[in-house]
C-alpha cells in the first residue's frame, strides 16, 4: 500500500490510535482544545457527525497541502438519550443497568480534513445486551473501570465477551473508529493507494 498524504490522527484515544495502526498507515498525533458543544435539537448520529466537524475545522488552517487530519466522535444512544462517559462508579452502574437486555446504538462520526476540503461520513451499529446481572456489572465496573468510555463499556473488554449477545454494524464502530469504511474513505480521496 502506498500512502500520498501525511496522516494525522487528532485523538488522545488510546483504542482509536491502536485501531489506526491496524490499517497499516503511517500517522501521527495532533491535539488541538475544541468545546464540544453541539445545538439542542441535533439527534442521534446527527450529534458526532456535528462534533467531529467541529474538531476538523480547528485544524484547517494548520494543515499542510500534503496533509489529512483524521477527526472523531463516538455516542451512544439508548432510545432517544445519549449516554455519555459515566460521572461516577454508581452512574456507571445505573447506565449498564439501563443497556442490559436492551439493544442500542453507537454512533460515530468521521471528518477527514483537507487544507481546502473536508469530507463527514457516519457509521452506527446496533449493540444487543443480554439482561446482565448484577455482580457481572459491578465486577465489570471495580475491575475495568471503564469511566472515560462512553456508555461505561467497552466492547473489547470483559462485559463485551459476558454480555454482548450480537451486533449489526462494525464492531470497530462500537470501539470509536470504522476502519472498513475509514479505509475505504482514503482510498477514495487518495490518501492511500494499493
Known sequence: MQQHKKIILASKSPRRQTLLKELNVEFEIRLKEVDEIYPEHLRGVEVPVFLS??????????????????????????NDAILGKPLDRNDAIAILKALSGKMHHVHTGVTIQQKDSSYTFSESTEVYFKKLADAEITYYIDTFKPFDKAGAYGIQEWIGYIGIEKINGCFYNVMGLPLFRLHEEFLRLGVVSL
Open 53 to 78: 466537524k467541529l474538531k476538523g475545522e480547528a485544524f484547517k488552517n494548520d494543515l499542510k497541502d500534503d496533509e489529512v487530519i483524521v477527526t472523531s466522535d463516538t455516542i451512544v444512544c439508548l
